[in-house]
């Protein structure tokens, strides 16, 4: 069984940054692509980051400029860098592994249980 535990959230006024990590465990073999969504109170889940492992990135609109999605392919982590955050950043954000292979099969993708981000005005 693969898990994935976020860390990083917190409450940071407007302006500020914050690094989210997301780390990928179990008998893993390869994750295809590794992504951020994030999900506010009342409002549906939206995509907000995804890496591939080629290294191809993809930004939603409404983050792009400031936040950098990165991967350590060895430890099998993804991390969100966000910078200028602003109060329509607050959210629950959830790491996703897409195409995860493990010994023994898949592909099958994971959600990991979220974290808080809170931006204060």
């Known amino acids: 069984q693969v898990q994935l535990v976020e860390s990083g959230g917190n409450l940071v006024q407007a302006g500020g940054s914050l690094r989210l990590s997301c780390a990928a465990s179990?008998?893993?073999?390869?994750?295809?692509?590794m992504c951020w969504y994030r999900q506010a109170p009342g409002k549906q889940r939206e995509l907000v980051a995804t890496?591939?492992?080629?290294?191809?990135?993809t930004y939603a609109d409404s983050v792009k400029g400031r936040f950098t999605i990165s991967r350590d392919n060895a430890k099998n982590t993804v991390y969100l860098q966000m910078d200028s955050l602003k109060p329509d950043d607050t959210a629950v954000y959830y790491c996703?592994?897409?195409?995860?292979?493990?010994?023994?099969?898949?592909?099958?993708?994971?959600w990991g249980q979220g974290t808080q981000v809170t931006v204060s005005s």
């Open positions: 179990g008998s893993i073999f390869s994750i295809f692509v």
């Open positions: 996703r592994a897409q195409n995860v292979w493990v010994v023994g099969g898949g592909p099958t993708d994971y």
């Open positions: 890496l591939t492992s080629g290294g191809r990135t």
